[in-house]
Structure formats: C-alpha cells, structure tokens
C-alpha cells in the first residue's frame, strides 16, 4: 500500500510539473529566448503526451545502428526467427520493420503504420515489447521526404528504448554518433556489440569513447548468429545474449514499462528544458546590460525632473509661506505676536488703504482704487501662476528631446537582448500624448495634494504653544515695560514727584524698537517657516519622481524586462523540480541514457 501511494505521490508531481510546464509556454512573452523556448517546448509536449498515451501499452525497442552492424540480425536473433532480412555489406532495411505479437493491435501503439512494416509473431518475448528495425542513419542517399533518414527520424520518437548495435570497425562512425544524440532524448539505451565470433572485443575502449556522452552501465558482446541457432534448436541462448534477454524480460516487461515510459517522460521534458536554459543563458549578459542601462536613463530623468520640480517649488515659496502664515495665524487666535503678523500679512493692503485718505477728489480716489485693483489681480495671477507652475513640470523632466535621446541610448542594446525595437516607440502620437496626460493628472494630483498636507502640517506643528512661546514671551515683556514705563511716568512720577510726563523722544525710540523687535521676530519666525518649508518640499519632490517615473521612461520595455527575468526563474525551478523527479523514478543500474552535463537536441528540431 505504501509503494502504491509512493507512486501515486510521483504521478500527480509529474502531472503538477505538466501543468506548470504548459502554464509557462502559454503565457506571452516580449524575449526571443522564451519564444524560441516555448516553440520548442510546445513539441516537447506534444512529445510527452504521445508517450502518455501509451504508458500501458509494450514498450518499443528500436535498433540502432549503422550500415552492416548486424541489426536485422539481432532482432532475428532476439525473436527465435527470421523476421526481418539481414546482410553486411550495405542496407538490406530500406522500409523500417516492426516485430509485434500476434495478439498486440499494432494501431494501440500510436505509430504511423504506412511508415513501415508489420510483422507479428507468437514470440514470448514480443509479449512485453513490441521491436522495430530501423533504417542505417549512415545510408549513402541523399536527404528527403522518403528517404531512409527521414524515416528514422520519423519513427524516433515512438521509440522508448533503443539498442545501439555497433562493431569494431563501426564504433567510431561520427555521423551515427550525431543521430545518435538526437535520438537518444528521452530513450533509454542498451549498448550491443556483435560479430562476437569473428570480431575482437573492443568494449572498454567504445565505452571510454562513450563515456563522456551517455551513461553506460553494460555493454553487451553478442553472436546473433549463433543466437539464433541456439533457439530454433530449442535451446536457451548462451552468453551474452542469454543476459541480453533477460534485461528485455526483466527490466521492459510488464511491470516496468510504466517506470520506463514515465524516465522517458522526465529525460523528454529535461532535455527540453536545459536546451531552453542555454538558450536564456546565451542572452542573460545583453538583458542585464539592458536593465542597467534603463535604470541610469530612468536616473538621469528622476535628476532633471527634481531638479526642475524644487527649482519652481522654491520659487514660489513666498506664495506657500503666505499661505502657511494665514493658516498659523488663524489657529493662534488672538494675542500680542499673532496681531503683529496678521499686520505683517496684511501689510500691502493696509498701506494700499492709508492712500485712500490722501485722496481730496473723486477722481484721485477712482485713480487709487483703480490702481489697487491692478494690484490685487497682479496678486491673484501670481498666485494663479504660483498653482500652475505644477503643471508646466508636469512635463519639464520629459519632454520629447530626453524621450528621444534615451531611446537612441536605449536602441542599440535591444537587439542583443533579443527584443523588439518597438518597445520603446508608442504605436502613435496620440498614444504617447494620452499616456503622457493620464501620467500628469496623476502628478498634478498628487502635487497639489502634497502642497495641502504639508501647508496643513506645518501649521499645526508651528501653532502648538511651545513653538510661539519665545515670540509670545519676548513681545510681551517689551509691551509690558513699555507700559509699565508710561504707567509709572504718569501715575506716579508726575502726582507724587511732580515730574514731567515722557516726552515724544520716549515715544519715538518706544515705537522704533518695537519695529525692531517685532521685525526680529518676524524674521526668526519666516526662518523657521522656510526651513520647515523647503525640507518638505525636498522630501515631496522626492516621492513625486518615484511617483511621476513609477512606470519608468519605456514603461512597455521595462515590463518586458522584469518579465523576462521572471520566466527565467520559472524555468530554473522547472529543472530544478524535473531533475529531483528523474532522480526518483529515472535511475536504471542496466539501461543507459544521455549524461545531465550538457544541454540534449531535441529530435526534430
């Protein structure tokens, strides 16, 4: 029951790992290398999904082999009978054959029947696998539609178990080594050397050969010929070939060929995925030289941007200190330093109003008020610019000119990080306008929410008590000597001492250093004011750049970018998961297969 749930648990990870796998090839995406690794995933699923198809159906064992490498003769030899037409000097298989038995539909087993030949037989051990002569992939013909190589290729990836099939003057062959890389994804593999009774045995040295390509657990030295008389003669073979069905009895019988088609599965969906690994790796440099090079252009912005937005901020920071002024004075009430600034706030129009009564004619009094109303509108456009100026840096740090010039910085490294120049251009002049207003509204927004909240913040700070005590205590102190001094001058001095009242200079320099003090004061207060002012208007400038650049200059590009990085990931932890799958349920210690070191090609691709 353990073992049952066991293999349960490792079905639904290799369905959860298909799942994920078809996830990620459906998603879109902007990089060339997760296109080209999506189109060739795609075949690999389809790939897979043949192979699920026939998960219960016998397992396909294939001969490979080059020309005159006793194939045919094998097979003869491994079925007890002459089912296939066998010599050594050139092809004799130019139509593939495939050996099944008698009581098998060869239609259950997915491969295209007008491909190749069908022959079935009583053979016990056809019962667990169904075997398939294939054409020499070192034939003399050239390539095509019909030709031999092509039907190899063809049937390939039907195949679950090939038996490589070389001799000593054969095992070296470079072009049946180049097929045979193409093959062997998603196949386990049984090594055979033949001509046993004549050749030498040169095993050690082809598995050396082999070693630094495939894993290579045995290789088996075999006589087909003498195979074959051994069994029409009744009799059990001998040797290495008597191993050799064995391996096919015990290791591709019935209770294996799941186990093997599931290894097949994961070396499929493995090759698959370190050919797409290689090929995100080849343009991993060119993508992060490109994000390095969008963010400097994004900082280069955010400087011109800041730069221009606290230029206008401070600019019209006489506007905000008014304005923060009024709201300090209308929380402070009445008292001796507020009335001092509210006559400091309201010093223009007072003055404006004294002239009204030097007026002695109706028409010097039209030319007074006429000439305060100008005043009053220059005040108010001031103003009006003041509030507006939000707008003009809305678009000061991007305009077209810097657009332009990071897009030809920009330009030159896309194509080496394989995307597509239009990433960086809008589809129309209108697109980039509609974008650029949803972006300034955005910015305005939140610039004229800002200014709000810090003129509302600042004015609670500065009228709490003990910021306006110093103010509040010095002003009143100079009040009350002043008052004290005439007080005393007039109740005291002049009835009990009969002394002069102050005369006008106690008066003049009274008043003068009220001036001073309350200018003093006034002074200490507005620095105050503009410190507090011009650091929040810093901080505020700061998080409007992050918030006017939160989609960066390219934001279809940068997009783009962080999307690739994050398909990359994806796909380094479905290798991660496929080689901990494979490592459960793909290790055969008597089938060899490709090694993990290097990236596998696809069959067909």
Known sequence: MQSEVRQFELLTSIDALRQRLEQWIQTPSDWEPVQQGQLLLRRVVDRVETLRIRMESPLVVATFGGTGTGKST????????????????????SRPVLIVHSEISPQSLGIPLDAVEVVQRDSELLRDVVLLDCPDPDTTEEAGPESNLERLRTLLPFCDVLIYVSTQQKYRSARVSDELKSAAAGCRIVFVQTHAGIDEDIRTDWENTLSGEYEVPQIFFVDSLRALQEQQQGRRPSGDMGRLLDLLHNKLGASERVRVRRANVLEMVLAGLERCEALIQTRQPALQELQQVLLSQQAESARRLAGNLQ?????????WERRLTSAVIDQWGISPFSLVLRIYNGLGNILASTALFRARSTAQLALIGTVQGVRWLESRRQENAASTSLERLSQAGLDDALLQESELIIRGYLTSAGFDRRLTRPESLEQLRSQAALLESRFLGNASQQIEEIIHEQSQTKARWW????????????????????GKSFFVDSFLYNTPLLNTDFYLAASLFLVLICGLLIGMFNWRLQQGLKDRIRRMTDRLIQIRLSGGIFPQLESAVRDARQRAEELTALTLQTRQLRAELAEFQLLGGRQRAAPVRIPGL
């Open 74 to 93: 094998l097979v003869n030899a491994l079925v007890g009978e002459e089912v296939t037409r066998s010599g050594r000097q050139r092809p004799t298989t």
């Open 311 to 319: 230029q206008e901020l401070v600019a019209n920071h006489r506007l």
């Open 467 to 486: 910021p306006r005590l110093l103010y509040e205590v010095v002003l009143s102190a100079y009040l009350l000597f002043v008052l004290a001094r005439v």
